[in-house]
């Protein structure tokens, strides 16, 4: 059993008969009243977001963890198909579980948590950043650069990213993988 005090990002509990990983926290020592956390978990099963407040000293139940390197394969329908780096071992992983499925070029390694207690894979941890080629973007208009203007352009994945007018087709942008969002363009 681990307290509120254990709580990290990337932490995996049960809790509502269900398996959660914390994506964010905030530790809150109000100057009246007893401490809290309150934390925004991500359901490992459903994907689904939960806001959740754990008064301070509360009892949580960890879920024990580990992470593997993996190698993204290919797509096939809703799953995913990832090849273990060091055994060999390939499995299938439905999109839900990942965080951005739209951003996952084949070849990429990410890092995948299996229970340790079940042997089945609970959370897919993507690279904080991916550089991907544009395939498709509408040309700019010269003129429209006074402010932080964007467009959409379609990267080869298939993904669709807001990027800065400048940006055109062939160019190589990096992307952050929590938000999606373009990071900078990235020359070769």
């Avoid at 059993?1 to 990983?21: E, F, H, R, V």
């Avoid at 079940?118 to 080629?133: A, I, K, Q, R």
């Avoid at 952050?176 to 990235?186: C, F, K, L, N």
């Amino acid at each position: 059993m681990a307290s509120t005090s254990d709580i990290k990002n990337g932490l995996c509990i049960k809790y509502n008969n269900d398996i959660y990983k914390i994506i964010e926290f905030l530790h809150v020592k109000p100057g009246k009243g007893p401490a809290f956390v309150r934390t925004k978990l991500r359901s490992l099963t459903n994907g689904k977001v939960l806001d959740n407040t754990f008064s301070a000293g509360h009892k949580i139940e960890e879920v024990r963890v580990e992470n593997h390197k993996f190698q993204y394969l290919y797509p096939e329908g809703d799953d995913f198909h990832f090849m273990n780096t060091e055994t060999f071992e390939q499995i299938s992983l439905n999109k839900n579980i990942l965080d951005s499925p739209g951003l996952l070029k084949e070849g990429e390694n990410v890092m995948v948590s299996i229970n340790t207690e079940t042997d089945l894979p609970l959370s897919v941890d993507m690279p904080s950043s991916v550089v991907l080629e544009i395939t498709y973007a509408e040309p700019g208009v010269k003129g429209n650069t006074a402010t932080n203007a964007t467009k959409s352009a379609t990267v080869e994945t298939g993904a669709i990213v807001n990027v800065p007018l400048f940006i055109n087709e062939g160019d190589k942008i990096k992307i952050d993988t929590t938000s999606g969002a373009y990071m900078e363009r990235v020359k070769e």
